[in-house]
């Protein structure tokens, strides 16, 4: 089965340095990987896939993520982190080969401290 | 507004009741799907419908049951409700049934079971 790992429960980060959410996964086939974001109180909201092409993989609210095949990851970067960037975020996988439903990591809270 | 309705936000009910979440998709999606989210399980996929059939089914209990109508919104039904199913429920929608398709989420229904 398709799964991702995100080995961070929270991680904090200044405002105005780079910051980066981790993600690695376990595929059999070619990974569908997203990110979302989840702010309090609300649904997720997409920031950016990769499906193929590029490795860099550029998204909403000026974040990226980079997808390595060789260490099965895409973490999710952003070159200067902004205090409004604070939410939790998931990483997720296509759930296997074929499927359209996604499987969510156990989700990053990131804090930006001004 | 991600434009994925779900009523109600919020619902209190009593253990051994029976609730029904209700989502309308983005116009022009086709696709449903229902996502759990707790503190202790994470966001688990449950189970998805295209143009009204069940296309995949995730760890969805026997209790609930879901469906979707021919005007595309979709229901959720909780029933023998446990203190256990306390939980915000969500609603996300794709156009079609690619793997590569963005969901989009409504903002959740927020069950409480007292």
């Known amino acids: 089965a398709q799964s991702v790992a995100q080995p961070e429960d929270q991680v904090n980060v200044a405002e105005g340095n780079p910051l980066t959410v981790k993600c690695t996964y376990s595929?059999?086939?070619?990974?569908?990987l997203f990110w979302y974001v989840q702010y309090p109180n609300r649904g997720l909201q997409f920031l950016l896939k990769?499906?193929?092409?590029?490795?860099l993989v550029k998204g909403s609210y000026g974040f990226e993520a980079e997808f390595n095949k060789s260490q099965t990851s895409f973490h999710l970067k952003k070159p200067s982190a902004l205090v409004s960037d604070s939410a939790l975020y998931f990483c997720?996988?296509?759930?296997?080969?074929?499927?359209?439903?996604?499987?969510f990591g156990t989700g990053t809270r990131l804090t930006v401290i001004p | 507004d991600s434009g994925v309705t779900q009523t109600p936000k919020h619902l209190i009910t009593a253990t051994g009741q029976r609730v029904t979440l209700r989502c309308s998709p983005r116009?022009?999606?086709?696709?449903v799907y229902w996502y759990q989210q707790s503190l202790d399980q994470g966001l688990q996929f449950l189970i998805q419908?295209?143009?009204?059939?069940?296309?995949a089914k995730g760890n969805i209990l026997e209790r609930f049951s879901a469906q979707q109508f021919p005007d595309l919104h979709s229901e959720l039904n909780l029933s023998s409700l446990e203190l256990g199913d306390s939980a915000l429920y969500f609603c996300?929608?794709?156009?079609?049934?690619?793997?590569?398709?963005?969901?989009?989420f409504g903002a959740g229904s927020r069950l409480t079971v007292l």
């Open positions: 595929v059999s086939g070619n990974p569908y």
């Open positions: 996300a929608s794709t156009v079609g049934s690619s793997g590569a398709n963005v969901l989009t």
């Open positions: 419908y295209y143009n009204g059939e069940e296309r």
């Open positions: 116009s022009g999606d086709l696709s």
């Open positions: 990769y499906i193929t092409g590029d490795n």
């Open positions: 997720a996988v296509r759930d296997h080969p074929g499927a359209n439903n996604l499987f």
